[in-house]
């Protein structure tokens, strides 16, 4: 399968690794809309939030429950947002599921 987050994953294509455990990877975004944005992603393939079943969703909750840890290494104990884009409305461009973790400033109070 050809997926850009999968070779991240896999340390195919570089990345700026921030977290990693056996379920999940969070890396630096390359292309970053707040002074931190940092990514965290499943080590197992899921497209998106839509694609959540019940054998995925303890990763998930694995994953929630670790962003407040990393949001801690990256000194965001002022705030933050947490973000998940899917589909076409939702202006996903990577069709692997990925939670964006968005501070180091006050942030817009608008969302869309
Ligand atoms: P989304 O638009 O919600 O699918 O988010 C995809 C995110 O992946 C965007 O914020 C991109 O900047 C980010 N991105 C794309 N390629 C890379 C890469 N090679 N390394 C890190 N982040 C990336
Ligand atoms: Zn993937």
Redesign the pocket.
Known sequence: MDC??CA?INGD????KVYEDDKCYA???????APV?C?IVPKVHIASLDEICPKCAETIAHILATIPKIAKDLSLGDGYRV???VGEN??????HL?F?ILGGKKLSESMA
Do not use: A, E, R, Y
Request: with cysteine.
């Open positions: 850009l987050f991240i294509i570089p990345s700026k890396f630096l975004d390359i292309n970053p809309q944005h990514l973000v998940t884009n939702g202006c996903q461009s990577v069709k990925h964006h």
